[in-house]
């Protein structure tokens, strides 16, 4: 596995600027987002030059791009917001391999109207259902055509919520595009450390063939997040799960701060080697 962080984490609208503070910082890959070259992160249009630029300075800075955001809610309540997101995420998806990236990451949404990251009581309606795997396959035949994978995450406020609404998605959709990105502090808020083991290494278990990126955030007691390694997630036991399943790709930490991402580096490193 490869420690990662998100490259948002850090200050500066240059991909030269952001990416050198990636390695300094002790990370091998990123997740790139387009306002990391000043661009807004579900963009309208994504030049070749900039691109380009963003290949290059990774290449400079020996840090891949393992995958790009392309995060917007799949399920709004507005099918016209739905529509620009799907626009944006169209730019990214034919930009990425230019980047250097085959993978695009997105959010399955939620009918709340403000705020992609909040639950709605709706999200678990048929509609709701329905509308993500009409959007999902939307953006799976625009993937398909680029040669980029969508990576999804399970999270608890969307309507893909878990390990077993992920499994359904990907069986349902039937598309070879559809990835999982893997984030344990997502699958549950507070509960007993054997409670939580017993969630993740099932939700590892249901989803191994399909997870090509795991997240390395944390959650701290009262149901919030925090930086890997300061919260309630047994990395250990994830780390292990995942080793089983066979998976060797990108574990990118993201929800910290700048000042702390050397120190996240580090204690991946430790998990990750010794």
Same mark, same amino acid.
């Given at each position: 596995?490869?420690?990662?962080?998100?490259?948002?984490?850090?200050?500066?609208?240059?991909?030269?600027?952001?990416?050198?503070?990636?390695?300094?910082?002790?990370?091998?890959?990123?997740?790139?987002?387009?306002?990391?070259?000043?661009?807004?992160?579900?963009?309208?249009?994504?030049?070749?030059?900039?691109?380009?630029?963003?290949?290059?300075?990774?290449?400079?800075?020996?840090?891949?791009?393992?995958?790009?955001?392309?995060?917007?809610?799949?399920?709004?309540?507005?099918?016209?917001?739905?529509?620009?997101?799907?626009?944006?995420?169209?730019?990214?998806?034919?930009?990425?391999?230019?980047?250097?990236?085959?993978?695009?990451?997105?959010?399955?949404?939620?009918?709340?109207?403000?705020?992609?990251?909040?639950?709605?009581?709706?999200?678990?309606?048929?509609?709701?259902?329905?509308?993500?795997?009409?959007?999902?396959?939307?953006?799976?035949?625009?993937?398909?055509?680029?040669?980029?994978? *969508?990576?999804?995450?399970?999270?608890?406020?969307?309507?893909?919520?878990?390990?077993?609404?992920?499994?359904? /998605?990907?069986?349902? /959709?039937?598309?070879?595009?559809?990835?999982?990105?893997?984030?344990?502090?997502?699958?549950?808020?507070?509960?007993?450390?054997?409670?939580?083991?017993?969630?993740?290494?099932?939700?590892?278990?249901? *989803?191994?063939?399909?997870?090509?990126?795991?997240?390395?955030?944390?959650?701290?007691?009262?149901?919030?997040?925090?930086?890997?390694?300061?919260?309630?997630?047994?990395?250990?036991?994830? /780390?292990?799960?995942?080793?089983?399943?066979?998976?060797?790709?990108? /574990?990118?930490?993201?929800?910290?701060?700048?000042?702390?991402?050397?120190?996240?580096?580090?204690?991946?490193?430790?998990?990750?080697?010794?």
């Amino acid at each position: 596995m490869q420690p990662g962080i998100f490259a948002k984490t850090f200050p500066g609208t240059d991909a030269d600027s952001v990416l050198a503070q990636v390695a300094a910082a002790g990370f091998t890959c990123t997740q790139f987002n387009m306002a990391c070259v000043g661009l807004p992160s579900m963009p309208e249009a994504i030049s070749d030059a900039v691109a380009a630029g963003i290949a290059a300075a990774a290449q400079r800075h020996k840090v891949s791009i393992a995958a790009v955001s392309g995060t917007y809610n799949m399920i709004h309540p507005d099918p016209a917001v739905r529509a620009r997101g799907l626009a944006s995420l169209t730019a990214i998806i034919a930009a990425a391999p230019a980047m250097g990236s085959h993978l695009v990451t997105l959010c399955t949404g939620t009918r709340h109207a403000q705020d992609q990251w909040r639950h709605h009581a709706d999200n678990t309606t048929p509609q709701a259902w329905a509308d993500l795997l009409e959007e999902m396959g939307k953006a799976a035949a625009i993937a398909d055509a680029h040669g980029v994978d *969508l990576g999804i995450e399970p999270e608890l406020a969307n309507v893909v919520c878990d390990a077993a609404s992920a499994r359904r /998605l990907i069986d349902e /959709l039937g598309s070879p595009r559809l990835r999982i990105v893997l984030d344990p502090a997502n699958l549950f808020e507070v509960a007993a450390p054997d409670a939580r083991r017993s969630i993740v290494a099932r939700a590892v278990d249901v *989803l191994a063939d399909r997870i090509s990126m795991a997240h390395a955030k944390d959650c701290a007691p009262d149901g919030g997040f925090a930086t890997a390694g300061k919260g309630m997630v047994d990395f250990p036991h994830f /780390l292990a799960c995942l080793r089983a399943a066979g998976f060797d790709g990108p /574990l990118v930490a993201h929800g910290l701060a700048a000042d702390e991402a050397a120190g996240a580096a580090a204690f991946l490193n430790r998990m990750l080697h010794g």
